[in-house]
């Protein structure tokens, strides 16, 4: 998102932008689901993108108890895209022939005024300058930062989107239309409609996005990234080799615990799959002509379901520095100045709503964030709720 959000931006401002992406293949079918904001559609519309058939508007935020009946129903209208969407709408945006598949970013050298990227199988491209917009796990940032590591949150999430179709008729009638929450102990269940595969908002095609947090400390998640086939992963394992048992003991203890509607969810998901959660905030996002763009530069914990408006908001602002400056290095300062500062907000305010889950709580704030957090109505509230910045 962020390379084809900075690619078009910068196109808009006259340079000559390619994107180069390691995975050979097409990034398709990511079934993850994205909470939209205004900043997030402000910045389609001005990247050229666009917003049309964006997803799903529900209208109600309701949560529910373990039996799942409704204990609270607000009404809270909310576009709610995915992953896919978003892609398709940005790949528009930026020309076929300056979208490269397949190139593996290995390092950059500059000489001040001019950089050298070298990529797998000995390709190399000269540039004004390099945007890292390579993730949380960021290949750039490792060459140019390398002290700074994203952090574990000391929580992890299951997750998937199953289709509407293959849901109980109960389950479509009671969760699918609305954004839900069901918030046990120190644990969220949330979820809310998405379009299905190719963008099918149809009635009956569409997917339920679903994400089951969950504490767990290093050693647990060290324990869970041994894959089916024994092989240790650092940070997380490609769903396909997703151990078995570990699918069984999510199932097993989702029939305790989850309200019938969210236990169906679950059940129809075809691969349920984790994903750890991390944070940090680089306080660097230039290094001379190398820099750092969306979760590259920081990365928040997914409470404001925010990173794709922040990665559209920095490509935003780089292209409005490098707009209003001659002097590239001026343009680069400016933009750091502004967004740093934003980046760091941002990762704060997930951290706040993180205390939900009660993890290493370590000051007076945090306990009494937690205390807050604690009535489910404060949670719908805060979650993902637009204008967070503004408030
Ligand atoms: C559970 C969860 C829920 C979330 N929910 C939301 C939400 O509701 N709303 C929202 O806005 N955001 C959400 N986010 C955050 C959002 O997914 C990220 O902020 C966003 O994907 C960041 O985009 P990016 O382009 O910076 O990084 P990425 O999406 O990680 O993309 C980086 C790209 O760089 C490529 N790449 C990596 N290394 C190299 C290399 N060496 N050479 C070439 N290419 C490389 C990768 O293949 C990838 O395509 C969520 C995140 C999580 C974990």
Not at 343 to 354: D, F, P, S, T, Y
Request: hydrophobic content about 40%; aromatic content about 10%.
């Amino acid at each position: 998102m962020s390379g084809l959000f900075a690619a078009a931006f910068l196109r808009r401002i006259g340079w000559d932008v390619d994107v180069y992406e390691r995975s050979p293949v097409e990034l398709v079918g990511r079934g993850a689901g994205i909470t939209t904001h205004p900043e997030l559609l402000e910045a389609l519309e001005l990247s050229g993108a666009g917003t049309r058939d964006l997803g799903i508007t529900v209208k109600r935020r309701i949560a529910i108890d373990r039996k799942g009946r409704v204990i609270a129903d607000k009404p809270f209208p909310q576009i709610l895209t995915s992953w896919d969407r978003l892609q398709r709408l940005l790949r528009d945006a930026v020309p076929a022939e300056n979208y490269h598949l397949g190139w593996n970013f290995e390092r950059a050298e500059q000489d001040g005024r001019e950089v050298v990227v070298h990529f797998n199988g000995g390709q190399r491209e000269r540039a004004d300058l390099v945007i890292g917009g390579d993730g949380i796990r960021s290949g750039v940032r490792a060459q140019v930062a390398p002290h700074i590591q994203p952090i574990y949150a000391g929580y992890y999430i299951w997750r998937g989107a199953p289709n509407e179709a293959d849901l109980a008729p109960a389950t479509r009638e009671s969760i699918f239309p609305h954004f839900v929450f069901y918030l046990p102990e120190r644990q969220q269940v949330i979820g809310y409609p998405i379009a299905g595969l190719d963008n099918d908002l149809r009635p009956g095609h569409r997917r339920y996005n679903f994400i089951w947090y969950r504490v767990g400390d290093a050693a647990t998640l060290r324990g869970m990234c041994v894959d089916e086939n024994g092989h240790q992963h650092d940070y997380s394992v490609p769903p396909p080799l997703i151990r078995k048992d570990l699918v069984a003991s999510l199932l097993a203890e989702a029939e305790r615990e989850l309200p019938p509607a969210f236990l169906d969810t679950l059940r129809k998901i075809e691969r349920p799959f984790f994903t750890p959660i991390y944070d940090f905030s680089s306080p660097q996002m230039v290094f001379g002509r190398v820099i750092l763009l969306g979760d590259a530069a920081s990365s928040a914990r997914p409470h404001m379901g925010f990173g794709v408006a922040k990665a559209g908001d920095d490509a935003r602002a780089l292209a409005a520095a490098l707009a209003s400056h001659d002097d590239v290095d001026r343009a680069l300062a400016q933009y750091q100045a502004v967004r740093a500062p934003i980046a760091e907000r941002i990762m704060q305010h997930g951290r706040k709503l993180g205390t939900h889950l009660g993890v290493d709580l370590k000051t007076d704030e945090d306990r009494a964030m937690w205390r807050t957090l604690q009535d489910y109505r404060a949670m719908m509230d805060w979650i993902a709720v637009p204008n967070f910045l503004a408030a």
